[in-house]
């Protein structure tokens, strides 16, 4: 395969960062996109050289028609899905039905049964599958699986995550609608992968608060997560909130011996060690380009050698995500109904 051609179903800002990255990965090129407006997918056409005759557009139907037609475009060999949240697994089955290898954007599913079903699609398909968890293919990653695997800071003794920022004008966009999974999923999945990617065994939630507000639509929506659960013997504290006044983003791991602090781990570039009683060490570990990078250039590779999963972000690490999350909204208290019909 001597270059791997690109499609694109949606035109927003990640979009737009993906398509940016690939620009910077040898033997790839974007070749088509697709969404509802013709007008935005022409400025992105013009902006990332894709030709014009393969902007694929409608806006009659959500774009519908348009992602058919780039799915069924024989130019194409890969595609990645930059849609609203909930159109994930949708268009994943699709695309992989079609034959197309599939990178999807973070969450690439709203519950464990999608993700089965995603699962069971690429199985079927035989064409390659990868959900976009962009953490997974840094240097920071490597290292931390380092350090716990060399057993020099002893066990895991505990996990503490806190993703916390302010939406702003982001508050009146697609990620707080109740159909798109909310705060839980848009920042939480982050953090949820993290736990997953580094612990094994049964989870029990033990505590799951929620803070609801009104998003989009008029339906109440998750602004705020507090989850304290188990994950084998591990005890783990997620926090997530899209409305703090403090931004925060780090996941700390406390083992036997030490201690492991990732600072921004949604797109991490140094983590600090702290071994025994001695005192802190930062490690700096800068992104390869940007944080699209290495999750593009890991799976440009995987299409070159055949493979149909990666060993780096397997589906068995989607769909045990997704479950950890559907046990997390299973503690939740029951929604609230903010408007009467």
Same mark, same amino acid.
């Given at each position: 395969?001597?270059?791997? $051609?690109?499609?694109?179903?949606?035109?927003?800002?990640?979009?737009?960062?993906?398509?940016?990255?690939?620009?910077?990965? =040898?033997?790839?090129?974007?070749?088509?996109?697709?969404? *509802?407006?013709?007008?935005?997918?022409?400025?992105?056409?013009?902006?990332?050289?894709? +030709?014009?005759?393969? #902007?694929?557009?409608?806006?009659?139907?959500?774009?519908?028609?348009?992602?058919? !037609?780039?799915?069924?475009?024989?130019?194409?060999?890969?595609?990645?899905?930059?849609?609203?949240?909930?159109?994930?697994?949708?268009?994943?089955?699709?695309?992989?039905?079609?034959?197309?290898?599939?990178?999807? =954007?973070?969450?690439?599913?709203?519950?464990?049964?999608?993700? +089965?079903?995603?699962? @069971?699609?690429?199985?079927?398909?035989?064409?390659?599958?990868?959900?976009?968890?962009?953490? $997974?293919?840094?240097?920071? !990653?490597?290292?931390?699986?380092?350090?716990?695997?060399?057993?020099?800071?002893?066990?895991?003794?505990?996990? +503490?995550?806190?993703? %916390?920022?302010?939406?702003?004008?982001?508050?009146?966009?697609?990620?707080?609608?109740?159909?798109?999974?909310?705060?839980?999923?848009?920042?939480?999945?982050?953090?949820?992968?993290?736990?997953?990617?580094?612990?094994?065994?049964?989870?029990?939630?033990?505590?799951?608060?929620?803070?609801?507000?009104?998003?989009?639509?008029?339906? %109440?929506?998750?602004?705020?997560? =507090?989850?304290?659960? @188990?994950?084998?013997?591990?005890?783990?504290?997620?926090?997530?909130?899209?409305? %703090?006044?403090?931004?925060?983003?780090?996941?700390?791991?406390? #083992? =036997?011996?030490?201690?492991?602090?990732?600072?921004?781990?949604?797109?991490?570039?140094?983590?600090?060690?702290? *071994?025994?009683?001695?005192?802190?060490?930062?490690?700096?570990?800068?992104?390869?380009? +940007?944080?699209?990078?290495?999750?593009?250039?890991?799976? #440009?590779?995987?299409?070159?050698?055949?493979?149909?999963?990666?060993?780096?972000?397997?589906?068995?690490?989607?769909?045990?995500?997704?479950?950890?999350?559907?046990?997390?909204?299973?503690?939740?208290?029951?929604?609230?109904?903010?408007?009467?019909?």
């Amino acid at each position: 395969m001597e270059c791997i $051609r690109w499609g694109i179903l949606g035109a927003g800002s990640i979009a737009h960062r993906f398509a940016a990255a690939l620009e910077r990965v =040898e033997g790839a090129e974007l070749v088509a996109i697709s969404g *509802r407006n013709a007008e935005r997918l022409s400025a992105f056409a013009e902006k990332h050289r894709v +030709d014009m005759g393969k #902007c694929y557009a409608s806006a009659s139907d959500n774009g519908w028609k348009a992602h058919e !037609r780039l799915l069924l475009d024989d130019d194409v060999d890969a595609v990645y899905i930059a849609l609203p949240h909930g159109l994930h697994a949708t268009w994943s089955c699709r695309a992989l039905s079609a034959g197309k290898a599939v990178l999807c =954007e973070k969450p690439a599913v709203l519950a464990g049964a999608q993700a +089965d079903e995603v699962a @069971r699609a690429a199985r079927e398909s035989g064409a390659l599958f990868m959900e976009a968890m962009k953490p $997974r293919f840094t240097p920071v !990653r490597s290292r931390v699986h380092e350090l716990l695997d060399s057993g020099e800071l002893g066990a895991v003794a505990s996990v +503490d995550v806190a993703h %916390s920022l302010d939406y702003g004008e982001l508050r009146d966009s697609y990620l707080l609608d109740s159909d798109q999974g909310g705060t839980l999923y848009d920042l939480g999945c982050y953090g949820v992968a993290w736990t997953e990617d580094i612990l094994a065994g049964d989870v029990a939630v033990e505590r799951a608060e929620v803070r609801w507000i009104e998003g989009r639509g008029g339906s %109440s929506v998750d602004i705020a997560d =507090e989850v304290r659960l @188990r994950i084998g013997d591990v005890p783990v504290r997620l926090d997530f909130s899209g409305d %703090s006044q403090t931004y925060k983003v780090e996941c700390r791991i406390d #083992c =036997e011996r030490g201690t492991i602090l990732v600072p921004m781990f949604h797109r991490p570039s140094s983590l600090v060690v702290t *071994r025994g009683n001695g005192g802190p060490m930062i490690e700096d570990m800068p992104l390869v380009v +940007d944080d699209f990078y290495g999750e593009i250039a890991h799976f #440009c590779g995987l299409m070159r050698s055949g493979k149909s999963e990666s060993p780096i972000m397997p589906l068995a690490s989607t769909v045990r995500t997704a479950q950890i999350i559907d046990a997390i909204r299973a503690a939740w208290d029951p929604r609230p109904v903010l408007h009467q019909a």
